[in-house]
């Protein structure tokens, strides 16, 4: 009998991705990202079962021109094999005297969808494209039941708490991450 292949799903913090690749490599385009060769640089020989990318559409009305090419990356991603877009809600915010916007609901939808498919035995690893911390507490419950959680960082910016916890932690250089643009 074979060694059984491991399951790998990865979950994207897609504004937290978006705002370090934008910070590290200044000078490429969001869209021309190539999610495939980036997934296959992190998931390797194992099976990638879907990815999850999580974010919220822009104001249309605050920069119809952003909000334009924003839907144009999504409807890329959707085209995607295994690929699941996951929207969440834009909220204005009056901090001062200024608006400001803020991504509302992300972060939860990712944690239970990460316990959720680990309890439901959906995947062997989870992968976590993020440097926010605020997911400790979702790794612990999966690691909880004999699920392997790996973050991958950036040099720019990772978080110490998610490498301390994670059972793999990988933080991609700018060199690398260039690599991954058309």
């Not at 990712?110 to 605020?134: C, E, F, H, Q, W």
């Amino acid at each position: 009998m074979g060694e059984e292949i491991e399951k790998v799903i990865v979950f994207i913090d897609g504004s937290n991705l978006y705002h370090l690749v934008k910070n590290l490599c200044p000078d490429q385009k969001q869209i021309e990202f190539n999610f495939s060769k980036f997934l296959k640089n992190i998931v390797g020989a194992r099976t990638l079962i879907r990815v999850y990318y999580y974010n919220c559409p822009l104001d249309r009305n605050k920069d119809n021109k952003a909000y334009r090419a924003q839907q144009r990356f999504f409807e890329k991603l959707r085209e995607m094999p295994n690929f699941k877009l996951v929207l969440c809600r834009m909220q204005k915010v009056k901090i001062g005297g200024k608006t400001i916007y803020q991504v509302k609901e992300d972060d939860i939808h990712l944690a239970v969808d990460m316990v959720k498919l680990g309890y439901n035995k959906a995947y062997d690893t989870a992968i976590l494209v993020s440097s926010d911390g605020d997911f400790v507490p979702a790794i612990k419950a999966v690691q909880e039941i004999g699920k392997k959680v790996e973050d991958i960082g950036f040099e720019n910016k990772f978080s110490f708490h998610l490498k301390k916890v994670c059972d793999k932690f990988v933080k991609l250089k700018k060199q690398e991450v260039e690599n991954f643009f058309i």
